[in-house]
């Protein structure tokens, strides 16, 4: 079983459009991460959840957000794509916030 | 916030040679410190991590090194093998948890 998985694995849609990212974790961990991995390969951390609340909201565009419907599950809401969201996105996991992460697969997602 | 800084940005060394990758962190209240590898295409993996209480840990090839004072933090990698060759991160984290911030990676190549 993939500890941490991801769907859709790549994403390709048209600027202005609306997608979501969805990712799922078996690990029971409390603390649920979405990362951002631009083509300089830099990790920006955009949200964390933990037990279904927002605590980090790194100075992402209101564009982007992070649901959560239960403690397993936190998905990724993007309007209004636009060339710049081109990227990968990776969800993360941790127990109590702090230890290792643990990464799923990632989405490419590109912007035309 | 926190802000770490990692050098260099890609190294190449011959098989067998050692690789120094070193990292500088911005927040003396960080206390936790690993390293994640990502190979091309794949996840970010946790590959060795480091507490504040300690000032070196050691995993076979892979060392860590850590000082608070100077608020830097080193990986070692000995006797490097071509499946080293990947992008390395390091990350700071705050005990309170929920925040990693992640360096800017090093590309690490190792010529056979």
């Known amino acids: 079983d993939t500890a941490v998985s991801q769907t859709p694995k790549y994403l390709v849609t048209q600027m202005g459009n609306d997608k979501s990212i969805k990712c799922e974790q078996n690990?029971?961990?409390?603390?649920m991460y979405w990362y951002k991995q631009d083509s300089k390969k830099f990790l920006k951390i955009m949200f964390s959840?933990?037990?279904?609340?927002?605590?980090i909201n790194e100075t992402v565009p209101n564009r982007f957000s992070p649901k959560s419907p239960d403690k397993a599950h936190l998905n990724l809401h993007i309007n209004s794509l636009e060339l710049g969201d081109s990227a990968v996105y990776f969800c993360?996991?941790?127990?109590?916030?702090?230890?290792?992460?643990?990464f799923g697969e990632g989405s490419r997602l590109t912007v035309l | 916030g926190e802000n770490v800084e990692q050098h260099p940005s890609t190294l190449s060394v011959q098989e067998g040679d050692s690789a120094v990758i070193k990292c500088t962190y911005s927040d003396s209240a960080s206390n936790y410190f690993p390293w994640y590898k990502q190979e091309l295409g794949k996840r970010p993996q946790l590959i060795i991590d480091?507490?504040?209480?300690?000032g070196e840990k050691k995993d076979q090839r892979i060392a860590v090194t850590l000082n608070k004072t100077a608020k830097h933090f080193s990986l070692h990698i000995t006797e490097t093998q071509p499946e080293d060759s990947a992008v390395y991160f390091c990350a700071a984290s705050l005990d309170t948890g929920n925040q990693f911030y992640f360096g800017t990676g090093t590309s690490l190549t190792v010529i056979p």
């Open positions: 959840y933990n037990n279904k609340e927002l605590i």
């Open positions: 993360a996991t941790s127990f109590g916030g702090t230890g290792e992460l643990f």
């Open positions: 480091i507490r504040s209480n300690v």
């Open positions: 690990l029971g961990h409390d603390t």
